[in-house]
């Protein structure tokens, strides 16, 4: 982290702060969502359902602002040094990211729709269905939902190790690109 990056090899500071408060929201609500079935009552566990939605949804609205900037602002290129197949390797694990980032909350909210459940935070923020109810629908879309966050989860392992073989091990793309506090 403390690596010295020149300023042109870091991502612009917009794009730092979102994959910070992103990464956060993300590996926080995998862990909510892992927890849901084992929380104790049920109105905790109504109240964490709650949550763990609101949080899918804002991670939605920060992937519309997270594109645009990476769109207006790019990405910092990657050293010469490295192999052709880690650069593809790169292009497609962060793609593959973005794709999930959007996949694994949609079909959060497609099964909460399919459920016909309503839902209202503090009163007055409410939730549009995206489909109407449909009980038929449900299992498959939870199967979706489910299925999408492990995968997510798998990519996650990789994109991290990754990103720590390359900063400690190979010292060719330092942590500082995408974590660093300077502007
Ligand atoms: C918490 C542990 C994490 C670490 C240590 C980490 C580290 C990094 C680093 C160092 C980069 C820059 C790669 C480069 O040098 O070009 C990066 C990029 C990226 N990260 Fe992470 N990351 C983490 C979590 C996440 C999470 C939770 C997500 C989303 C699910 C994510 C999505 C991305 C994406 C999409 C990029 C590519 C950015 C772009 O080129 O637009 N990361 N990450
Ligand atoms: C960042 C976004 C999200 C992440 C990382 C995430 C992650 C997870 C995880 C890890 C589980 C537990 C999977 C398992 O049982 O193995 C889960 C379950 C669930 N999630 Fe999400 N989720 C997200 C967004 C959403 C959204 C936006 C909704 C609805 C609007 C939603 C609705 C649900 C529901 C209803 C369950 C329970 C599934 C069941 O009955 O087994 N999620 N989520």
Known sequence: MNSPVAPAARYSPSLRLLHASMATL????????????????????????????????VVLALLVARLFWRWRDGAPALPNSLPI???????????LL????????VSGWLYHSASGLKLRWFGWLSMPNLIAPNPALKPLLQT??????????????????AALKHHWW??????????????
């Open 170 to 183: 190979d010292r060719d793309l330092p942590l500082g690109r995408m974590f660093s506090w300077r502007g």
């Open 26 to 57: 993300i590996l926080g609500n995998l862990w909510l969502g892992l927890s849901l079935e084992s929380i104790e009552p049920i109105s905790r566990k109504f109240q964490a359902f709650s949550w763990h939605k609101l949080i899918g949804l």
């Open 98 to 105: 973005y794709l999930l980032m959007c996949a694994v909350p």
């Open 144 to 161: 979706l939902h489910v299925g999408l966050c492990w995968t997510l989860m798998l990519v996650l392992l990789l994109h991290v190790g």
């Open 85 to 95: 197949w880690q650069r593809l390797a790169a292009h497609i694990g962060h793609g």
